[in-house]
Structure formats: C-alpha cells, structure tokens
C-alpha cells in the first residue's frame, strides 16, 4: 500500500476546465498545490492553479515533464489518449488509471465492460460501417439513436432514427467513424450516482440525483430522487459494480435511465467528478471534489450525507445575450449560491457557471434555483 499524498503536495490535472478548477479549489482549501495541462491558458483550472502548463494532450515530451513535477496525476478532461496516461504514469501515479480513461472514452468498449459486470443497458449493437446500419436497425428497431463510438459529449455527434429516417444522412452524422446504435429508452427520468473509491477499495457515494437535460444538455440536478429504497439501493450497487469492475480509483459518475416500468438501465459513465454532482459542493461536508481529491492522493474519503435538500442549475453562456446577468438579483434570496468558472466568452451552450439552492424540499429547492436563475435575465 502506498503512503497518502500529504497536504503541500501538488495535485496534477490533466485538462482545464470548470472541473479542473473545483478540484484546485477543494485541493488548495486542504493545502495542496496544484498545476494543470492543456492547450489553452488564463483556463477556469489555470486561474485557480499553481501552475498552467500550455501543452497539446498528444505532446508527450510535455506531458513527462508534468508528471514528473507533480505527485499524482488526475483529469478531468477524459479523452486523453492511453499514451499519455503510460507516459505520466511512468512518473506519478495516475489515479484513476489509464485504463479507466480508455474504457469511458469509448461507448462499445464501456458498454460491453458494463454487460460483462451483469449490467443492465438499453439493447445495442456496435456499427462500423454504413454497410452495417440497416441490419442493425432492423435487429434494435425504431426509435434508437446512433451515437460516436468516441469523443461525444452534451449530445454531440448522436442522431436518433425513427421509421421514415434516411439512414445515409444519419451516418453522415457520425463522421465516418464507428459508432454504436442503441434502443430508444422512453423513460420516466434520468438519474445519477456519483461515487467515490479510495485507494484502499472504501467506496462512498451521494445517492440518487435526478437530472433534467434541455436540448442533450444538463439544466437541472436535484438531489435525492424519491424512488424508494429498493431502487435506490439498487442503484448504488450498480454503481459499486462498476467501480470495483473498472477498479477505480477517484470519482465516477454512472448515468441512468428510470424506465418507465420502474428499472434501472445505465446509459454512460463519466470517470470523474459529473455536472449533476455540483450540487454536493454546497449539500454535502464532503463533496464531490473533496472526495476526489481524498481518493488519488490515498487519504479516508469524507462524509457524503446531505445536509438539506439542495438543486443545481446550469447557466448557460445564453444567459449572457442581453447583457451581464443580474447577479444581484438572483442572489437576493440567502439560499442561492453562485458559482462562475471564469470563462471570458459566454458562448450559447457553454457552461459558464451553475446555481445551488437549499429549499425545505426537493420541490422547494428547484423552486428556488429556477427563480434564482430566471431573475437573472432582468425583468
Ligand atoms: N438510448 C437513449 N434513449 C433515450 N434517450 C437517450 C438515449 N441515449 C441518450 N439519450 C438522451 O441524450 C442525452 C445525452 O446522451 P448521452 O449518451 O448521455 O451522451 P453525452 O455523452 O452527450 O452526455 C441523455 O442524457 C438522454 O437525455
Ligand atoms: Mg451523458
């Protein structure tokens, strides 16, 4: 077993965006040091670190000397290649391991991961070629959705296929790389389990958040799905199966569907800290970057109870066209905080910063995050 990575040591993260940045933030609160890599600089990981190291994820001369000035390497920009992650990992622990990275940057290869752990998914079928595609809807059926086998987020590079869809145009869509066809899941919600796994095998996590997306992107999180503990606990093993299949070690995020006839289907994992899982910086004592940050330098994880019912909602770069959102506004009710990622372009659907706020309730909570959230557009 190896020693903790103790307060004062530096934190590396691969990848520099508003994940990066609350990981730094949780990891300079506890004394840590940390540097970051990426392509870009004044990044929302870069303002918080240490360090900002300019360097492209294939540059794998830049990506020794990260690892080697650092004492573990982490991410939070995950389609880095296995390259990279042998080469830091010849020179500071890479936590959670390459391997991790390799299986969730690929939707066939998590996928047939999941189905080896006995985990339940929608039904799909793995397409490299447009030779391939007609068969393969006839087999899943209408609807289903194509999706990239690598490099989607947000709903990005997936079309869904009914009956009359032209299916060439569909696969133009997937650029000519291989993709996955999967079922169409009509489903009564959308939920998520963020876990954490500690080096020694502890396994925590924050139970059932709901999530409601808006155009493939996350709009809302609330915590604490009223489901009823069966399906709760369900769950939750799915989620200690897939973290002790994978063998992780950090947080990882498994998206599920609630199927309209009360089961559990998991659709994707992040493995890392997840949008639904901001709620937790201000819901719980430990939260899902403390716990991330407890797990890859090998220290106990923390407590993960929920401490009021709490909801999250994304802000958008939208927010911003008719001018600076009216932050005074929106913070004039005491249970709302404001979390911004300092990007300098507010792009429409660039996820600029997000809202928390406690409420008596669930419904309370999400009452008082979308109030909070549409004062800020001006009356
Ligand atoms: N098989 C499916 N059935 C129904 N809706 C789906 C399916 N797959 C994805 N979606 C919808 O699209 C969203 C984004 O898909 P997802 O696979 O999570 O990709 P991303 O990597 O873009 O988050 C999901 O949150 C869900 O709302
Ligand atoms: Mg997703």
Not at 122 to 132: C, Y
Not at 156 to 164: E, F, N, S, T
Not at 258 to 263: E, H, Q, S
Not at 338 to 346: N, P, Q, R, T
Request: glycine fraction near 10%; hydrophobic fraction near 45%; charge should be negative.
């Amino acid at each position: 077993m190896s020693r903790p990575i103790l307060p004062g040591a530096t934190i590396g993260i691969l990848g520099s965006g508003q994940l990066g940045r609350m990981l730094a933030q949780a990891a300079r609160g506890m004394g840590y040091r940390v540097a970051t890599l990426s392509p870009g600089t004044d990044t929302p990981t870069g303002q918080i670190a240490d360090h900002e190291v300019v360097a492209d994820y294939d540059d794998l001369d830049a990506i020794a000397s990260f690892a080697r000035d650092v004492d573990v390497v982490t991410f939070e920009f995950e389609n880095v290649a296995s390259a990279a992650t042998d080469v830091a990992a010849r020179h500071a622990p890479v936590r959670p391991r390459g391997e991790v990275l390799h299986v969730t940057q690929n939707r066939l290869r998590e996928k047939r991961v999941l189905a080896a752990a006995g985990l339940p998914t929608a039904p799909f079928e793995a397409v490299d070629e447009f030779r391939g595609l007609e068969a393969a809807v006839a087999r899943i059926g209408t609807p289903c959705i194509l999706k990239t086998a690598g490099f989607g987020y947000d709903g990005k590079g997936q079309v869904r296929i009914d009956a009359g869809t032209e299916l060439e145009w569909a696969w133009q869509a997937m650029a000519g790389g291989p993709a996955v066809l999967e079922g169409f899941v009509d489903f009564e919600a959308e939920l998520s389990v963020v876990a954490a796994r500690g080096l020694d095998g502890e396994l925590v996590d924050f139970g059932l958040i709901e999530n409601r997306h808006a155009d493939h992107i996350l709009d809302v999180s609330i915590a604490d799905m009223p489901v009823g503990e069966a399906l709760e606990d369900d769950a939750r093993q799915i989620a200690a199966t897939v973290m002790e299949a994978l063998d992780v070690v950090g947080v990882l995020c498994v998206e599920l569907f609630l199927t309209r006839d009360g089961k559990l289907l998991v659709n994707e994992l992040a493995p890392r800290p997840h949008n639904s899982g901001h709620l937790t910086i201000e819901g719980c004592p430990s939260s899902q970057f403390d716990q991330q940050l407890r797990a890859v330098c090998g220290l106990p994880l923390g407590d993960t109870l929920r401490k009021a019912p709490v909801a999250m909602a994304n802000l958008l770069g939208d927010l911003w066209e008719g001018g600076e959102p009216d932050w005074v506004a929106a913070l004039s009710d005491p249970a709302v905080n404001l979390h911004l990622y300092g990007k300098a372009a507010a792009r429409p659907g660039r996820k600029m910063g997000h809202l928390t706020a406690f409420g008596t309730d669930r419904d309370d909570a999400m009452r008082r995050v979308m109030v909070a959230r549409s004062v800020l557009k001006g009356a």
